[in-house]
């Protein structure tokens, strides 16, 4: 059978974390991660990171936005209708 | 391959249905446009906000590109979903006033793009990031200092992907870059961020810094 090098493993990860890749690439892939622990660890990692950088960023948006933006668009209506 | 048959027919459905109401718009019932701007404005000020970082000035790009989209909207094809192309304008205009801002060229942005082979920080465990220790402040300010400290390009692409959640193919319209494109810099800035997390994190918690290779 075909494996793959750690650093072919570590160039899919993020089509990995992104579910972009062929199912046998991702039978190889998870292949590879079940024998390496350093690659399942940066897996891991990577992942972790992005899931509290992305936790951290539930942002709102700017108090008003919506209201400010429907008010500029009112005026462009009024000038499209003249 | 059933998901794909699937996904494709909701994407028709979503198409057609943005057909029909950019239609009406153009015949003249205006209000309706804010029905095409709502499921999105938040995508389109996150997208001004990844490239510009100030409240401000995203706001202000996100007003002048749903504008343009509107005065503009004779000549949207309707080929793509309208989020893409709204993203495309509103990534342009982002790009054009942080050109003005900082007085520098695209050309230069994009002659700082390395994107050669990146080897990643080795862990033996994620458990050995200290992230249970940290306070939930010191987190978001260690997250915060790991965004910032990625070079642009890759930033922009981690944010409109991994917290805007934007599609790769939405983010490659927005960056105006290529789906390649946008998939290389993304395995790089995400095992950069990793990275960049990883090392500071450390280095407060146990005052030492991880020895180089």
Same mark, same amino acid.
């Given at each position: 059978?075909?494996? $793959?090098? !750690?650093?072919?493993?570590?160039?899919?990860? @993020?089509?990995?974390?992104?579910?972009?890749?062929?199912?046998?690439?991702?039978?190889?892939?998870?292949?590879?991660?079940?024998? !390496?622990?350093? !690659?399942?660890?940066?897996?891991? @990692?990577?992942?972790?990171? $992005?899931?509290?950088?992305?936790?951290?960023?539930?942002?709102?948006?700017?108090?008003?936005? @919506? $209201?400010?933006?429907?008010?500029?668009?009112?005026?462009?209506?009024?000038?499209?209708?003249? | 391959?059933?998901?794909?048959?699937?996904?494709?027919?909701?994407?028709?459905?979503?198409?057609?249905?943005?057909?029909?109401?950019?239609?009406?718009?153009?015949?003249?019932?205006?209000?309706?446009?804010?029905?095409?701007?709502?499921?999105?404005? #938040?995508?389109?000020?996150?997208?001004?906000? *990844?490239?510009?970082?100030?409240? *401000?000035?995203?706001?202000?790009?996100?007003?002048?590109?749903?504008?343009? +989209?509107?005065?503009?909207?004779?000549?949207? #094809?309707?080929?793509?979903?309208?989020?893409?192309?709204?993203? /495309?304008?509103?990534?342009?205009?982002?790009?054009?006033?942080? #050109? %003005?801002?900082?007085?520098?060229?695209?050309?230069?942005?994009?002659? /700082?793009?390395?994107?050669?082979?990146?080897? =990643?920080?080795?862990?033996?465990?994620?458990?050995?990031? =200290?992230?249970?220790?940290?306070?939930?402040? &010191?987190?978001?300010?260690?997250? &915060?200092?790991?965004? *910032?400290?990625?070079?642009?390009?890759? %930033?922009?692409?981690?944010?409109?992907?991994?917290?805007?959640?934007? /599609?790769?193919?939405?983010?490659? +319209?927005?960056?105006?870059?290529?789906? =390649?494109?946008?998939?290389?810099?993304?395995?790089?800035?995400?095992?950069?961020?990793?990275?960049?997390?990883?090392?500071? /994190?450390?280095?407060?918690?146990?005052?030492?810094?991880?020895?180089? =290779?």
């Amino acid at each position: 059978m075909i494996t $793959l090098s !750690c650093e072919e493993v570590r160039r899919e990860i @993020s089509n990995y974390l992104d579910d972009d890749m062929s199912p046998r690439m991702r039978r190889l892939l998870e292949v590879h991660l079940e024998q !390496c622990r350093k !690659c399942a660890v940066l897996l891991d @990692s990577t992942h972790n990171v $992005l899931v509290l950088l992305a936790d951290e960023h539930r942002f709102e948006l700017p108090a008003g936005f @919506s $209201l400010r933006m429907r008010h500029m668009l009112a005026k462009e209506f009024e000038k499209a209708k003249s | 391959m059933q998901n794909t048959l699937v996904r494709e027919s909701e994407n028709d459905r979503i198409l057609e249905g943005e057909r029909e109401l950019i239609a009406e718009i153009l015949a003249g019932n205006h209000e309706r446009y804010y029905e095409l701007i709502a499921p999105i404005e #938040r995508r389109v000020y996150y997208t001004a906000y *990844a490239i510009l970082r100030t409240e *401000a000035d995203a706001e202000e790009v996100s007003q002048e590109a749903i504008l343009k +989209a509107f005065r503009g909207l004779r000549t949207f #094809r309707g080929e793509a979903k309208f989020s893409s192309w709204l993203l /495309s304008i509103v990534g342009n205009e982002a790009r054009m006033r942080l #050109r %003005r801002r900082r007085e520098v060229s695209l050309e230069l942005l994009k002659s /700082s793009d390395n994107e050669g082979e990146y080897t =990643p920080i080795e862990l033996a465990e994620w458990r050995e990031i =200290p992230v249970e220790a940290l306070a939930q402040k &010191e987190l978001a300010a260690r997250l &915060e200092e790991a965004l *910032a400290a990625l070079p642009e390009i890759y %930033r922009e692409v981690l944010i409109l992907r991994d917290i805007d959640e934007l /599609s790769i193919a939405e983010t490659s +319209a927005a960056l105006e870059i290529t789906v =390649p494109a946008v998939k290389t810099r993304l395995l790089r800035a995400r095992l950069m961020v990793r990275d960049y997390f990883v090392s500071r /994190s450390w280095a407060r918690h146990t005052g030492l810094r991880k020895a180089q =290779p």
